[in-house]
Nanobody, 122 residues
Framework: QVHLVESGGDSVQAGGSLRLSCLLSQYDYRPGCMAWFRQGPGKQREWISSIYTDGAARHAYSVAGRFTISQDNADYTLYLQMNSLKPEDTAEYYC????????????????WGQGTRVTVSS
């Protein structure tokens, strides 16, 4: 059973930056992909970014150019560097992993973290 633990959420002002981390443990082999999702107040959970074993990364249009996903190949820790934060980025951010899925649709995710809260004030 893969265990994911996020950290790094905080309250910041608009224009600020944060770096989220996701520690991966209790895995037998590296997931096929990992991703970040978020869920804002009163909103559905939405996909933000994904990264694959070949290093390829994808980002949602809403965060492209501001957020960057990366992964440590030594221990598979997942990161999300968030720059130029906006109030609409306020959400609970979730780390996710999939063995064989796409890591874009929430239905393709096998494992979820507990979430870390990001609040951006104007």
């Amino acid at each position: 059973q893969v265990h994911l633990v996020e950290s790094g959420g905080d309250s910041v002002q608009a224009g600020g930056s944060l770096r989220l981390s996701c520690l991966l443990s209790q895995y037998d082999y590296r997931p096929g992909c990992m991703a970040w999702f978020r869920q804002g107040p009163g909103k559905q959970r939405e996909w933000i970014s994904s990264i694959y074993t070949d290093g390829a990364a994808r980002h949602a249009y809403s965060v492209a150019g501001r957020f960057t996903i990366s992964q440590d190949n030594a221990d598979y820790t997942l990161y999300l560097q968030m720059n130029s934060l906006k109030p609409e980025d306020t959400a609970e951010y979730y780390c996710a992993a999939s063995v064989y899925g796409t890591c874009i649709a929430a239905g393709s995710i096998d494992y979820w973290g507990q979430g870390t809260r990001v609040t951006v004030s104007s």
